[in-house]
């Protein structure tokens, strides 16, 4: 390739290419000749050129934030079918190079595996494309990707001020607080794989800010932190909801319940709009905390969103609004609807069934007895029932027996009445010669003695004459 044959000796050599091309590109091994022997041959030297066609791209498949131990994917495609892509890693004077074949012919892209990454394979990456017959020509570098390896930092806290729910237009800043020591803060929008605003303090710092003076829908989203001690990074911080109110006309809220119920009952909560929204949300505004609900419209044609909230509690009670938003942008939401209060109920306890209830409310027959009266049980109105048709079968049995036995006095009495009304009737003067229907009964007829009335007498009274009638039966 080149020959130099110095006058004197040199302790270095230089080749000076005015104009690298292709031809140039390669690997190269250089001996040296002192006192008559030549040295062994160089380690190789890689020339590349780069530039050659245009940048593929570099993402991650596992977020550019990685807990130490983890196992992360790098992915490097491009629209050229590269038969070679190249991974390295740029830390410095030293650059590390992964080689990767294309895992299939029409895929135009490769995956870089590192398994169990440690605070080493923490830094600035890029990849590169080439093909088989000139591996030293390359592409435009990608761009690059940051990646970071997480160690035992305490988890950093992310807010908002003044508020995470901003009109449109309004300012806001986003806060992230790490420990006294923090050097760096990266702020991440979306699925964090790159860094959205970085922060490099010349002094060790607790918090860093990023402040948007005017938020757009652009700005809305998705939102994490994370910081750096020493040569550690933290792990990321919970996720931080941005978003921006006040895109869209405000959608209708009305209990369908009622505003005041019982606690234990269930409360049905209506949102719609005339936007053919395709999210509704529901919030319960109870001071810094903000519980929210998200629900599709159950018809493509409705508009609408129907909450469901079983068995209230006072922790339900409070004011409720609610949005509209559209799936494209889940963070970009109507004006809120007017507020609707909610009063819920304690009820010392169940009812007293002995005392009337009267209602003004036409009874409804479509909703089941155990949603009516949830503190009825079936068991009970069963045995209720039971106990009913028992009593009514034993008062049945009785006032039968009853009028069983009325109509047997009574013709017993009806029989004695006609028997004693015939002996009465006077006998025709002929007497039956029958013997055996003549019957003989003896009259004693008894005279008083004059001044012995009302006087009992232990004394045998006087036998009186006796008679004999003839009595006559029929």
């Known amino acids: 390739m080149d020959k130099c044959i110095l006058p004197l000796p040199k302790e270095a050599y230089t080749l000076r290419i005015p104009e690298l091309t292709t031809d140039w590109a390669g690997c190269t091994t250089v001996p040296y000749q002192s006192e008559g022997q030549w040295s062994q041959l160089s380690d190789p030297l890689q020339l590349v050129m780069t530039g050659a066609y245009d940048k593929p791209s570099l993402s991650s498949m596992t977020g550019t934030v990685v807990a130490s131990g983890d196992n992360m994917k790098l992915q490097c495609f491009s629209k050229i079918r590269f038969d070679v892509f190249i991974l390295i890693k740029e830390d410095g004077v030293h650059t590390t190079q992964n080689l990767s074949s294309i895992t299939q012919s029409s895929a135009h892209r490769a995956i870089f595996h590192v398994d169990h990454v440690t605070s080493t394979q923490m830094g600035t990456y890029r990849c590169h494309g080439a093909f088989g017959n000139d591996t030293y020509v390359w592409p435009l570098p990608s761009d690059q990707l940051q990646l970071v390896v997480t160690g035992n930092l305490p988890r950093p806290h992310i807010t908002a001020v003044p508020t995470s729910m901003v009109l449109s237009k309004d300012s806001v800043t986003i806060l992230c607080q790490g420990t006294p020591e923090a050097q760096a803060y990266n702020i991440y929008k979306g699925e964090g794989r790159e860094p959205t605003d970085k922060c490099i303090l010349p002094l060790p710092k607790e918090a860093c800010a990023l402040r948007i003076p005017e938020l757009t829908p652009d700005w809305a989203g998705l939102y994490h932190c994370s910081y750096q001690s020493g040569d550690q990074w933290s792990q990321l911080s919970d996720p931080l909801q941005l978003v921006m109110t006040g895109a869209y006309d405000k959608p209708s809220l009305l209990s369908m319940t009622g505003t005041v119920v019982a606690s234990g ?82 009820t010392p306890g169940d009812p007293d069934p002995t005392e009337p209830r009267c209602s003004t409310e036409a009874p409804d027959y479509s909703t089941p007895t155990e949603s009516r009266y949830p503190h009825v049980r079936p068991h009970d109105q069963t045995q209720k029932h039971q106990h009913f048709l028992i ?76 008679e004999y009638a003839t009595l006559a039966l029929r």
């Not at 799936?327 to 007017?338: E, K, L, Q, R, T």
Request: hydrophobic residues 40%; neutral net charge; contains cysteine.
């Open 391 to 466: 009593g009514l079968t034993v008062a049945i049995v009785l006032l039968l027996i009853l009028l069983f036995l009325f109509f047997i006095l009574r013709h017993f009495k009806a029989k004695n009445n006609a028997t004693r009304t015939e002996a009465a009737e006077p006998m025709d003067g002929q007497a039956c010669e029958d013997p055996k229907e003549v019957t003989y009964s003896q009259v004693t007829c008894s005279v008083p003695t004059k001044g012995t009335a009302g006087i009992p007498s232990f004394l045998p009274r006087q036998t009186q004459i006796s």
């Open 265 to 346: 009952n269930n409360v049905m909560l209506q949102c719609f709009s005339k936007i053919r929204f395709d999210i509704f949300i529901l919030i319960k505004e109870d001071g810094v905390h903000t519980t929210q609900h998200l629900s599709f419209t159950p018809q493509g044609n409705a508009h609408q969103a129907i909450f469901y909230m079983d068995h209230v509690t006072s922790t339900q009670m409070g004011t409720y609004r609610c949005y509209g938003a559209f799936g494209n942008y889940p963070y970009v939401w109507s004006h809120p609807s007017d507020q609707l209060q909610l009063v819920v109920k304690e």
